[in-house]
């Protein structure tokens, strides 16, 4: 995990010599380290990018920005990463005795999270692909309710244990599907 992108989570500066906060984010990571089991799948999809929508087999993004993101793009990668009900537990636990701890502990998971993200983009670029920015269902004219399809096209559910709500919200929280597009060869 990565301190400085935890500090900023936490809206402090990365250059704070707090001995007790520097102390806790360390012991938190550890504790993040120890209990979480992150799981992740992906695909890679033939697609096309036409105007507000992204189309991946019988299934169309809703998007100008996503479309956008993806134009020129013949291929997408479809992924979905959680840090698993451990983190959710963890979170519960401080929750009603310990704000502070529970504070930094949603920030060392956030920052967990996005490692395990960075990790499977780093590995499809040792592969030799040259990607595009990740987007997700919830950034700006995605709607969330996307993410129901996504759910669908790579049965989520199934492979990983993540499931959505009728909210269209993941569950464990900790948890992030997103596209990332492939620049053609």
């Known amino acids: ?17 707090d001995e007790r906060l520097l102390a806790l984010i360390d ?13 992740t799948i992906h695909r890679i999809f033939d697609c096309k990018a036409t105007g507000d929508r992204l189309i991946i087999s019988d299934y169309e993004f ?11 793009c013949n291929r997408v990668c479809v992924f979905a990463a959680t840090l ?24 060392c998971l956030a920052s967990k999270i996005e490692e395990v993200r960075d990790s499977l983009e780093e590995e499809l670029k040792e592969g030799g692909m040259k990607l595009r920015r990740r987007y997700s269902p919830g950034y700006f004219d995605l709607d969330i309710k996307e993410n129901k399809k996504l759910f669908e096209l790579m049965d989520i559910t199934k492979r990983i244990g993540l499931t959505l709500t009728d909210t269209y919200q993941m569950v464990p929280t ?4 997103a596209f990332t597009g492939i620049e053609n060869d």
Do not use: F
């Open 27 to 39: 012991s938190c990571c550890d504790e993040v380290n120890k209990c979480v089991r992150p799981k």
């Open 84 to 107: 698993g009900t451990e983190s959710d537990r963890l979170l519960r636990t401080y929750a009603p005795t310990d704000i502070t701890k529970t504070m930094v502990l949603q920030a």
């Open 174 to 177: 900790k948890s992030v599907t």
């Open 62 to 72: 809703i998007s100008q920005r996503l479309a956008k993101n993806l134009d020129s």
């Open 1 to 17: 995990m990565n301190k400085t992108e935890i500090l900023h989570y936490l809206r402090t500066s990365s250059k704070t010599e």
